[in-house]
């Protein structure tokens, strides 16, 4: 018999409860709503009507993102040395500073919009690798080499992990980011084989200095030119290397090969994922095992990610994760049918200045080892921003349905609202204000 078509009891929370023995799983309905939340960007309005296959097979499908894929990439994104030849004075400098502001505007009201219509679990993937193998345009000051970089996880977001770290060994942005291009021949940079190994593949004490030293010598060779990073054989460090125990004339994608043959590797990767998607608390052994047994050989995301939804943490109440900024904006946007680029110029900065403020922009991780998580995200001065930016927000969608707490729990996909949230409501009669303090009341700025 399926589990979630138990009879459903009650919480302290509001939510529905159902119980096996000595298990006690969240509801039907509140699964629905957490695979929207871990897997996508919160339920739009409709979505929690489905039931749990149906939302499965919606996330995790063949079917391709077509809402997604309607919004085209920007353009006219210019290279470094475009820009760079503009620099021959303050004033000039100044305005090429200005423009990279622009197109860094545009290129993130894009993401913030595809993130919003999503319908598939590959948007939400593509922004756990931004912060998985975290670049930043801070340093990187290019958005056309950040859109590639971003176009690349989308593309692979739900295939072969090894296909994607391969990828990124040899991203352009990434390069930058990591001081790749310094890294050659008898003077070799650490930066992106110590990285690679310590924040994308294995995790800390799985690998040896020596073993950064040697991966440095494979990343050699690389160069940034006007469009992108390109290999310049004169400059790769040829001979000899060994490296995690492997000895051979390795280059690049041969290093990260080696790196995702060690066995820590599944374990990192699937720690990772399951502590940003599933729950703070690291799965137990046995856990592992299952998901990386479905993880498999060929590193299949999609399969892990269908494994770990069947763990029965994924329903377990105490599985709360704290939804981090851009994840609780577009949420909100989801639920009040508001999209980042149909706002005012005027709105849209302030919607920027919102996630700013809470300390989370996309494509400006703030550093290599990508944004907090959890309570990190719940101080005094984040939670004065997120009600300025839920009362913008709410100002510019359709009220006239909004009369109650109900009503707003049935706005944003709520399942149901403590006794101190509906004291707190009760005393809201401004429609606006209502949405506003509902959006930032526990019961959905965490996904409980």
């Known amino acids: ?16 409860l159902e119980t096996i023995g000595d298990m006690t799983e969240i509801s039907e309905r509140a699964v629905v709503r957490r695979l929207n939340d871990r897997f996508g960007f919160g ?71 595809r993130m919003v219509v999503s319908r598939t679990a590959t948007e939400r993937l593509t922004w756990f690798w931004h912060g998985h193998f975290a670049t930043s345009n801070q340093k990187v000051r290019n958005a056309a080499w950040m859109l590639a970089q971003n176009q690349t996880q989308r593309t692979l977001a739900l295939g072969r992990f090894g296909d994607l770290a391969q990828a990124m060994i040899v991203d352009t942005a990434m390069i930058r980011w990591l001081d790749g291009q310094k890294n050659r021949k008898g003077s070799p940079n650490e930066n992106l084989a110590r990285e690679f190994m310590e924040l994308f593949t294995l995790g800390i004490g799985h690998y040896l200095e020596a073993d950064v030293a040697q991966g440095a010598r494979c990343l050699t060779g690389w160069v940034l030119r006007k469009d992108a990073a390109s290999f310049q054989r004169k400059r790769f460090d040829t001979g000899s290397k060994t490296v995690l125990g492997k000895t051979g004339d390795f280059d ?67 599985s709360s994760l704290v939804k981090e900024p851009v994840e609780w904006a577009v949420g909100l946007m989801r639920a009040l049918k508001l999209r980042p680029s149909k706002l005012e110029e005027k709105q849209q900065t302030k919607l920027l200045a919102g996630l700013r403020g809470m300390g989370q922009l996309p494509y400006r991780p703030p550093s290599v080892g990508g944004w907090p998580a959890g309570a990190s995200w719940l101080t005094t001065s984040a939670g004065v921003t997120r009600l300025q930016l839920a009362q913008q927000l709410a100002k510019k969608t359709d009220l006239s349905a909004v009369e109650d707490a109900n009503a707003v729990a049935a706005l944003l996909g709520v399942d149901g609202w403590s006794e101190r949230t509906k004291t707190a409501l009760a005393g809201v009669k401004d429609p606006a204000q209502l949405i506003a303090v509902a959006a930032c009341a526990p019961e959905y700025v965490v996904s409980g």
Do not use: C, H
């Not at 018999?1 to 529905?16: N, T, V």
């Not at 820009?83 to 993401?111: G, H, P, S």
């Open 43 to 113: 339920p739009a309005p409709g979505d929690l009507e489905a039931g749990v296959e149906a939302t499965v097979r919606r996330l995790l499908g063949p079917a391709k993102d077509a809402a997604a894929a309607a919004l085209p990439a920007p353009t006219g994104l210019e290279s470094p040395e475009t820009v760079k030849k503009k620099d021959q004075d303050k004033d000039a400098k100044k305005a090429a500073n200005k423009q990279r502001a622009a197109q860094e505007r545009k290129l993130t009201i894009w993401w913030l919009d």
């Open 1 to 16: 018999m399926d589990r979630l078509k138990k009879a459903p009891g009650s919480w302290s929370g509001g939510r529905g």
């Open 252 to 318: 690049a994608k041969g290093f990260a090969r080696l790196a995702l043959a060690q066995p820590a590797s599944a374990g990192f990767v699937i720690g990772r994922l399951w502590f940003r998607l599933v729950s703070a608390t690291p799965p137990d052994a046995a856990t592992v095992a299952r998901l990386t047994t479905a993880y498999g050989v060929n590193r299949d995301v999609k399969s892990l990610l269908t494994a770990m939804f069947a763990e029965a943490a994924f329903k377990d109440p105490a």
